[in-house]
């Protein structure tokens, strides 16, 4: 069985029965990560009598859920700027209200399962220098606060660090156990899951390696694996992670909360403190692939782990000599314009939910929790988000996309490099935002 081969799935395994699917259900779900098992676990929490089945194609986890950085945020693909542009200040805080309120729901259900590590305490995003901090600035609001040089230092000594902003509502997860924690969960509950079962939604049901199991509704959450067309591309995002450090090194460094952290720059990155003690830490940087074919060789993208790698000792200078134990990648599907889908059409009997970038965590639970009250069509308030139910807005056709898409990862690294040189606002990225749309 194909698995993922980051940090968190060594030893993990799942344990399902290995019976083959039965003829029919009343529900069949595409893919078993995070949207697939929220998906099953919302709708057989609205409906225990419902028939699901779950068909993953390789192993669960074996997507972006069972890879990720484990932030379990109430970050949205869209920024907060653009997107109070788009749909108002009111609606925008109903979104990071559902997104606040789907933490708490995951720290619920993690509650019954101590190896998923759910801690909430928080995200601290650092500046060291004084064009990020201009712009986190820009970020300070009822839940964001802007810390001092010093304050960010009581917490995470970073160097050359100029400032901060913290928000307490971000959770810090180890994502492989969680889902193990739902699968074994929704087993219980009677939720069918089959793992190596390649499924195809046909009319009235799945494909499920070359064999018809019958469903009048069927979910499709395959994420970036799914035949992207142009409504999303596959990006990469790419992780490393450390020896457990000692409680030493940990003393310099600070981070006894386990709240994660990140540097204000523009080339995205994120990192946590695990449950044993390393820091795992990500980051983007690696090539769009042409006509949005995903390719296993970007996952492991040398020069990206390694600038990675440099980052992490450029925070934390006590970690110059620390040996890096793991090192991995996974795709994230990114829309036009970064909003997220969720899509249910009764007539078809199918639904599809997806295109969170790379802040799908919390997104997933909140999407898939949409998705059950729309497809049992079950009052709920959720269902009035601005992106449930909206047509995806498709990129460009190639080999623009590919040259665009392409140009911009560069020149954010660019403009990352102009700000440490000259401590303004990026000039290049003045150019470069208003082409992202997000
Ligand atoms: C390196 C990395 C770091 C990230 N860090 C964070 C983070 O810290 N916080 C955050 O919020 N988000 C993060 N993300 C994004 C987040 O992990 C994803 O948005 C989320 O896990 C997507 O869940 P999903 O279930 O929709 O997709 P996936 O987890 O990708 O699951 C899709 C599943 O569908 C299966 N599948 C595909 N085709 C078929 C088929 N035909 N039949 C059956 N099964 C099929 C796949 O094998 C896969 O297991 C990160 C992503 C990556 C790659």
């Known amino acids: 069985m194909l698995r993922n081969v980051s940090l968190w799935s060594d030893g993990g395994f799942v344990g399902l029965d290995a019976s083959s699917p039965k003829a029919s259900y009343d529900i069949a779900i595409i893919g078993g990560g995070f949207s697939g098992l929220w998906s099953a676990f ?3 929490k609205l409906d225990p009598s419902l028939k699901i089945a779950i068909f ?3 192993s669960l986890g074996f997507g972006a859920s069972g890879r ?32 606040n309120c789907s933490i708490d729901e995951i720290g619920e259900f993690s509650r019954n399962y101590d190896d998923v590590g759910f801690v909430k305490s928080g995200s601290l995003y650092f500046a060291r220098n004084q064009a990020q901090l201009r712009r986190l600035k820009g970020k300070v609001d009822g ?51 089959f793992e190596g079962a390649w499924a195809n939604p046909i009319s009235g049901g799945v494909l499920v ?41 940990w003393k310099e460094i600070g981070n006894a909360e386990r709240f994660t952290f990140a540097e204000n720059s523009h080339m995205i990155n994120y990192a946590q403190r695990t449950t044993d003690n390393r820091i795992a830490i990500g980051g983007r940087g ?36 620390v040996n890096f134990t793991d090192s991995w990648g996974g795709a994230v599907a990114v829309t036009r314009n970064w909003e997220p889908y969720v899509q249910w059409r009764p007539h078809e009997g199918f639904a599809r939910l997806g295109g969170y970038a790379g802040d ?8 898939a929790k949409i998705l059950a009250h729309e497809i049992l069509d079950m009052k ?49 990225n003045r150019v470069i935002e208003p082409l992202i749309l997000r």
Not at 163 to 180: D, E, Q, R, S, Y
Not at 294 to 309: F, G, N, P, Q
Not at 386 to 399: A, G, L, M, S, T
Request: glycine share 6%.
């Open 380 to 428: 709920n308030e959720l269902r009035k988000l601005h992106f449930v139910n909206q047509k995806i807005r498709k990129w460009e056709p190639e080999p623009i996309r590919y040259l665009g898409v392409n140009t911009l990862v560069k020149l954010s690294g660019i403009a990352d490099a102009e700000e440490r040189i000259t401590g303004r606002a990026s000039l290049l």
């Open 286 to 321: 690696a090539t769009y692939p042409f006509g949005s074919k995903l390719s296993e060789s970007k996952e492991s993208t040398a020069k990206v782990h390694e600038t990675i790698r440099r980052l992490l000792k450029s925070w934390f200078p006590v970690l110059q000599d």
């Open 143 to 193: 839940a964001n606060a802007l810390l001092s040089a010093s304050e960010v230092s009581e917490r995470l000594k970073v160097s050359g660090v100029v400032g901060g902003v913290f928000n307490p509502t971000c959770a810090t997860i180890n994502p492989f156990n969680l889902v193990k924690a739902l699968a074994t969960h929704l087993q219980k509950r009677g939720v069918s899951i």
């Open 42 to 44: 919302h709708l057989n």
């Open 209 to 249: 390696n070359s064999s018809l199991v019958k469903a009048p509704v069927v979910i499709q959450a395959t994420e970036a694996f799914g035949a992207p067309g142009r409504e999303f591309i596959p990006l990469y995002s790419l992780m490393v992670a450390t020896e457990p450090l000692s409680d030493a090194t």
């Open 360 to 367: 799908g965590v919390t997104m997933s639970h909140l999407a």
């Open 56 to 58: 993953e194609a390789k």
């Open 68 to 99: 990720n950085g484990g932030w379990a945020s109430s970050e949205y693909p869209v920024y907060t700027g653009t997107l109070k542009k788009r749909i108002g200040d009111a609606r925008t805080e109903q979104l990071f209200e559902a997104l």
